[in-house]
């Protein structure tokens, strides 16, 4: 079945470093993949995604690149700030018109000190 | 721009007691599911509705029963709350494609004493 794996947290670095966040994937089909962002108290937002291999998503200064070859679709930032600082989570979406069901993965809590 | 609402927001229960979980979408989505989050395990699926009239069970479906009401609404009920249920629910929705991104609301944080 399909599964994701992501960097165990929690992650705590200073306003302005550089961010990676790891994640690897298993799948049976060609799935889409997605970084999704909690903030405290509020549900999940879709803070990019990536539907096919060599696609790069990107917004609010955060990229990830589709590695078919590496199963992997880690996350970038190169210059974190403080509000920055929330749960991220790595998701794929391997389904059948009709079933697009996502896997997650567990959770990488990160924490921005100024 | 409302988007997924659940309501409600915050519910405490004793164990045995039953309760819903209500949620809507104002995005004319076919899809629509809910999660279970717990520390350190991600979300997991509890059941999914693919189109109106049709539900089908996620990872996690034992205590629960859902209703696709319409294309807007689809609730969630335990009918007999244990301590093991106590979590935050989320909702979701989407379109009909693999590649496109569900739509989260809030959440409803549930405990069972």
């Known amino acids: 079945g399909n599964s994701v794996t992501q960097m165990e947290g929690p992650v705590t670095l200073s306003e302005e470093a550089f961010l990676t966040i790891n994640c690897t994937y298993t799948?049976?089909?060609?799935?889409?993949l997605f970084w999704y962002v909690q903030y405290p108290g509020e549900g999940l937002q879709l803070l990019l995604k990536?539907?096919?291999?060599?696609d790069k998503g990107s917004n609010k200064g955060f990229e990830a690149t589709y590695r078919k070859e590496t199963t992997s679709f880690h996350l970038e930032k190169g210059s974190v700030q403080v509000s920055d600082s929330a749960v991220y989570f790595c998701?794929?979406?391997?389904?059948?018109?009709?079933?697009?069901?996502?896997?997650f993965g567990t959770g990488t809590r990160l924490t921005i000190i100024p | 721009n409302a988007g997924v609402t659940q309501t409600p927001k915050f519910q405490v229960l004793k164990t045995g007691q039953s309760m819903t979980l209500q949620c809507a979408q104002d995005?004319?989505?076919?899809?629509m599911y809910w999660y279970r989050q717990d520390p350190g395990m991600g979300l997991r699926l509890i059941y999914y509705?693919?189109?109106?009239?049709?539900?089908d069970k996620g990872e996690v479906p034992n205590g629960y029963n859902v209703s696709r009401l319409n294309k807007r609404e689809f609730s969630l009920r335990l009918e007999s709350a244990a301590p093991s249920q106590t979590s935050v629910y989320f909702c979701?929705?989407?379109?009909?494609?693999?590649?496109?991104?569900?739509?989260f609301g809030d959440g409803t944080r549930l405990s069972i004493l």
């Open positions: 979701a929705s989407s379109e009909q494609y693999s590649n496109q991104p569900q739509h």
């Open positions: 799948a049976t089909g060609y799935p889409s």
């Open positions: 990536a539907t096919k291999a060599d």
């Open positions: 998701a794929l979406s391997d389904g059948d018109f009709g079933n697009e069901k996502l896997t």
């Open positions: 995005m004319n989505h076919n899809s």
């Open positions: 509705s693919a189109s109106e009239g049709t539900t």
